[in-house]
C-alpha cells in the first residue's frame, strides 16, 4: 500500500488535539494556553521551514551545505538547552555546543558511512534525518545531565568543600555528583530501550511503516536507530559533563555556584 498524502485541511484538523489540551488548561488553570499556542506555531513554522530547506539540500547534494545545517540544528539545540538549563553562576553553552559538535558528528558519520552503508558519508537524505534524531534525544538527556549536576553541586556543597579543604581536587571531590548526573541523562534512552517494540512503536519505524516499507526493514533501521541514540546520549553526557564541571572550580580548587 502507497503511503496516503496529508492534505492541508486535514492537517489542520490536527489541531484539535492541541485545542483540547488548552481547554483542559482553562478548566484546570493549568496557565499552559501561552506555551501551547507558542508551541504550535512553532511545530508548524520550524517544521515546514525544515522541510523547504531539506528540499533545496538534497537538490544540491553538496557536503558544505549539508554540514551547515547540521551545524545549524546544534547550535538550536545549545541555545534551546541554555534556556531551559536556568544557571547563569557557571557559562555552560560554549563547552555544551563544542561536546555536541564533537560527538554528534562522530556518531553520525559512523552511523550513515559504516553501520548503513551510505556513499558518500554526508548523503543528506541520510545524513540529516539520522543526526536530527541523534540531536533530538541526546538534547533532552544532556539538559538533564547538567540540571542534575549544577542543583547537586550546589545541594552538596559542604560536602563538596569538605573533600577540597582535605586536599582533594575537583574531580575527586565531585566524583559521586559526575555519576549521578550521568546516569541522570542516560537513564531515559535505556528506558526506551527497555519498552520499544512492546511499549510503543518508535518514530522511525511508524514513518517508514507509514511510507510503505517492509516492516522487517524498518525493524532493522529502528535497532540502529535505538543503539545509536544510547550511544550519543552517552558521549554526548559525558563530555559536556566533563567539560563543564571543571567550569564550576575556580583555579584555587574553589568552589563557584
Not at 543503539?227 to 574553589?254: D, I, P, W, Y
Request: net charge positive.
Amino acid at each position: 500500500m502507497d503511503a496516503v498524502d496529508i492534505g492541508f485541511g486535514r492537517l489542520l484538523v490536527s489541531l484539535l488535539f492541541v485545542l483540547g489540551a488548552g481547554v483542559a488548561s482553562v478548566l484546570y488553570r493549568l496557565r499552559l494556553e501561552r506555551d501551547l499556542l507558542v508551541g504550535t506555531i512553532r511545530t508548524f513554522l520550524q517544521l515546514f521551514l525544515m522541510g523547504y530547506a531539506l528540499a533545496l539540500i538534497f537538490n544540491l547534494r553538496r557536503p558544505l551545505w549539508v554540514l551547515l545545517l547540521f551545524a545549524a540544528m546544534i547550535a538550536f539545540a545549545a541555545w534551546t538547552i541554555r534556556g531551559r538549563v536556568k544557571e547563569r553562576a557557571v557559562p555552560f553553552f560554549r563547552p555544551t555546543l563544542a561536546a555536541m559538535m564533537a560527538s554528534y558528528l562522530v556518531v553520525t558519520i559512523v552511523v550513515t558511512r559504516v553501520v548503513v552503508g551510505v556513499d558518500p558519508w554526508w548523503h543528506p537524505r541520510y545524513f540529516i534525518p539520522l543526526g536530527g534524531m541523534v540531536i533530538g534525544n541526546s538534547m533532552n538527556a544532556i539538559a538533564l545531565t547538567l540540571e542534575r549536576l549544577f542543583s547537586d553541586l550546589r545541594s552538596r556543597r559542604d560536602e563538596v568543600e569538605m573533600m577540597l579543604a582535605l586536599g582533594a581536587d575537583h574531580r575527586e571531590a565531585s566524583a559521586g555528583i559526575f555519576r549521578n548526573a550521568l546516569k541522570a541523562g542516560m537513564i531515559p534512552s535505556i528506558n526506551a530501550m527497555m519498552g520499544v517494540g512492546v511499549v510503543f512503536i518508535p518514530g522511525m519505524m511508524t514513518g517508514q511503516i507509514l511510507a510503505g516499507a517492509d516492516p522487517l526493514g524498518a525493524i532493522r533501521y529502528q535497532i540502529v536507530v535505538m543503539l545509536m541514540l544510547v550511544g550519543s546520549t552517552a558521549l554526548g553526557s559525558l563530555f559536556v559533563a566533563h567539560l563543564v564541571r571543571k567550569r564550576c572550580f575556580g583555579e584555587a580548587q574553589n568552589l563557584l555556584l
